[in-house]
């Protein structure tokens, strides 16, 4: 009798306490930027803030990259095979996606990023083992199918929505958008993010989803702090390591200028997100164009600011968990000098020095007092 009235009482906690079951697959973020607008405004040179808002894989591009949606797989061994995406459009349905029994749907590990995108091509090379937690699937008109359904499909600011169903219509999370959370809505120069840690707890109308202006990282963990899937992730990728080599503390640099940050780096790092504050570490932007793969080295132009608290961040684009930052802040001047030749922000011997070589050299081929 004990035993029963125990259970009685579990199910009556659980019902009054609403109870709800985990989701397997999660929301993480779609892309509101209509095709004539830019991330938070503006035009390609500047934001509706003077600053330059953009994608970490798209860059600062007109409609940031297009219609766009991302997921986050929370369930490990998930087998997604014909799963559904029901796309709400101004609180209509507007189109089914159905995935396809490709065997690639059929042992997704926890942790998994999956986006869907229409410009995008598919990219399937996913291989969590050399820490690639990352599956595009190009859903368009003119797509293959092979993956997902070729159909064009909507993404925008007017009150859109999803909802995911499993292989036998069941609903696994949503509706989940702009209308459920947040309520005041995503506006056309916006995109919808969660700004939480993905875990089963997550729910469609969880209080941590909200718009964003000034960053959106398609394919990689949101960025309003830093995303950890970490937790997530129980497959232990071959280990990596990042290096920043410079700047590293110290340097002082010319707003305006190029300038190489160089790294080094050992296991497999496919791709180098690099990021850098003004203010030691208290907020953190992407160098814009965003960094495309490894070398080892990017050409940044230093952008027109006056700090001594500056420092670089990289990151391994796969496992943000493996990163570098410079050992000490540096400084950007925006100097205007006209003789400042090195383009340190002084004018000193290794400006004269420049002066002095060139001093009796003619740029004019066609001058013959200087042929020799």
Not at 238 to 261: A, F, Q
Request: glycine share 8%; with cysteine; proline share 3%.
């Amino acid at each position: 009798m004990w035993k029963i009235n125990a259970f009685l009482m579990v199910c009556a906690i659980l019902l009054i306490s609403g109870f709800t079951y985990a989701s397997d697959v999660i929301l993480n973020e779609y892309n509101a930027v209509s095709s004539s607008e830019f991330l938070n405004g503006g035009n390609a040179a500047a934001d509706a803030d003077g600053g330059r808002a953009s994608d970490s894989y798209f860059g600062r591009v007109q409609g940031n990259g297009g219609d766009w949606f991302e997921l986050v797989v929370i369930t490990d061994h998930l087998d997604m095979r014909e799963w559904k995406f029901d796309i709400y459009d101004n609180g209509s349905l507007d189109e089914t996606l159905d995935l396809t029994d490709h065997s690639i749907w059929s042992d997704l590990r926890s942790g998994t990023i999956i986006t869907v995108s229409e410009d995008l091509p598919s990219d399937i090379s996913y291989n969590p083992a050399a820490g690639d937690w990352w599956i595009n699937v190009q859903a368009s008109d003119s797509g293959d199918g092979l993956y997902i359904e070729d159909s064009s499909f909507p993404v925008s600011s007017n009150n859109w929505q999803l909802i995911i169903r499993n292989k036998d219509n069941t609903v696994i999370f949503g509706p989940a958008g702009e209308g459920v959370s947040p309520v005041s809505g995503i506006g056309n120069t916006d995109i919808f993010r969660l700004e939480a840690k993905p875990s089963a707890s997550i729910v469609a109308d969880s209080p941590d989803y909200d718009d964003g202006i000034n960053l959106s990282t398609f394919g990689s963990p949101n960025q309003w702090g830093l995303q950890d899937l970490n937790r997530l992730r129980t497959v232990v990728a071959e280990s990596s390591e990042l290096t920043l080599l410079s700047p590293n503390g110290s340097e002082v640099l010319t707003g305006g200028i190029t300038y190489d940050i160089t790294w080094s780096y050992t296991g497999i790092v496919d791709s180098v997100l690099i990021e850098f504050s003004i203010d030691n570490g208290n907020s953190w932007v992407n160098v814009f164009p965003p960094n495309v793969g490894n070398t080892g080295s990017y050409k940044w132009l230093v952008p027109l600011v006056d700090s001594n608290q500056c420092i670089v961040r990289i990151n391994n684009s796969a496992n943000m968990g493996v990163y570098d930052v410079s050992d000490e802040v540096f400084s950007i001047y925006d100097s205007s000098l006209e003789a400042d030749l090195a383009g340190d922000g002084f004018i000193g011997i290794v400006d004269f020095a420049t002066v002095a070589l060139s001093w009796l050299r003619c740029s004019n081929p066609y001058d013959i007092r200087y042929w020799k």
